[in-house]
């Protein structure tokens, strides 16, 4: 065969294997992700500030903990393979996973664990869920793969607790630096961030467990509805976890190229109310709100039906719930009379702040036009997280707002001391300080149910709904959570179908 002839018949060959190689390349599974979320965290830090979009972001994916909350809610092992406890509940022996490694190389032992906890614990520390930490007595380094903590006090709920984003593990090397460039020991490392746009994450092929399907991850913020469902339909994002514009579900429902799954959060959505501020001192004016609210209405109005009332700060799904939503039933002359008796006749003039989640601020506009009709005029304030966080959350400089709080069985913040809405209640400390020492679930659920009646019973805020999880993504995608026990975007099992 000539020289010229083999290069034709060569040519021809290459001519016909292009559409297989294009076929096979159409088919093979993506590798990388577009999440998108509403909000952007602060920073990338999770055990230094109390913003969900944190965790959502970080959480199982970049850093993890001695423990980690699964999709259920179960506790399972993290960076602990296994622990022992001891017979009176009080001391736990955590056996540590060896050959772990942080994303910068340095090792991962046991004196990073007692480094996180003794950080988290300390006088100065920012942590946001200080008090997860308050229980410990001492913490051991045996060895460097086992540690052995000692509690005050038997605490059923402790296990659970060492799975909040709060308490995953830094090493002391690279813990100052977190806020920006992130150093954990999870299955993928940050890549990284656009202020404003997006945080991307990579694989961790040095990861010590089984590696991930996902080479990488990226989350958009997009805090418009409209915007979030025009990225939707154009490809420009593959999911959100939390989509915001329930309005737009039916139409999302329709089409064959996206996966609609309405499941449950942790987040309890309230009219937080600032309880040291007058008139809202008073009870009887709290009371006169309570009465006031339309829940339903809300719901529907502001988030097209997705979500269940409650009636304290509890989730429905937790079965130590208690239902009280019946407490308070509509009563607008029951509420004007209340308010009479608090001195308010004619009603009052307040603020309400709101930050940028439409629960928010389509909620905000129906609680204002429910209150309106008691007397009580509200000025409507937007705010933007970066405003709402130092001003309402930490200056507690506020009179109303409204915010879902997404952190599981949270119960406990109405005994914490200067926690933003100003509620003090020897009564609930008390059952809330034997509940923590509790270790039968049966009694534990118990106290609960008594700490629930009594902050509904002070009318402490107005307790709205619970916040539905209203997942869309890209039908050839597995693996997402369709419930959120816990404040996560976890990307560990997500993978893309053929």
Known sequence: MSKLRRIAVAALMTTALMPMVEASTALAAKTSLTMGMVLEPPHLDPTAGAPAAIDEVVYSNLFEGLTRIGSKGEVLPGLAERWDVSE?????????????????????????????FDRARAEESTNAQKGLFAGIENIETVDPATVKITL???????????????????????????????????PFKFGNWV??????????????????????????????????????????????????????IPQL???PRFKVVVGSTEGETILTTNNTKPPFNDVRVRRAIAHAIDRQAIIDGAMFGLGTPIGTHFAPHHPAYVNLVDRYPLDLEGAKKLLAEAGHPDGFKA??????????????????????????ELEIIPVEWGVWVPEVFKGKDFDL????????????????????????????NDVMAKMNSETDEAKRYGLMGEGQKI?????????????AKAGVWNAKINGLWENSPIQANDLTGVSWSD
């Open 455 to 467: 902050i509904t019973e002070d009318a402490v805020n107005g307790y709205l709904f619970q916040l």
């Open 401 to 428: 707002t409204i915010v879902s709080h997404t952190e599981p069985q949270d119960i406990g913040i109405y005994g914490k001391e200067g926690y933003y809405f100003n509620y003090t209640s020897d009564a609930f």
């Open 88 to 116: 009176d509940g009080k001391t736990y022996t955590f056996h540590l996973r060896k050959g772990v490694k942080f994303h910068d190389g340095t090792d991962f032992d046991a004196s990073d664990v007692k480094f996180s």
């Open 253 to 255: 429902k329709a089409d």
């Open 152 to 186: 005050k006090s038997a605490a059923g709920s402790f296990l659970f607790n060492l799975g909040w984003g709060d308490a995953v593990i830094v090493a002391p090397e690279s813990a100052e630096g977190n806020k920006a460039k992130p150093i954990g020991t999870g």
């Open 351 to 376: 603020t309400l702040k709101l930050p940028p989640p439409s629960y928010a601020r389509r909620g905000g506009e129906i609680i204002a036009a429910q209150l309106r009709k008691i007397g009580i």
């Open 195 to 248: 202020k404003g746009a997006s945080v991307d994450l990579v694989r961790n092929d040095a990861y010590w467990g089984d590696k991930v399907s996902l080479e990488k991850a990226t989350f958009r913020f997009i805090s418009d509805p409209a915007a979030a469902l025009s990225s939707m339909l154009a490809g420009d994002v593959d999911a959100f976890a939390n989509f915001p514009a329930p309005e737009s």
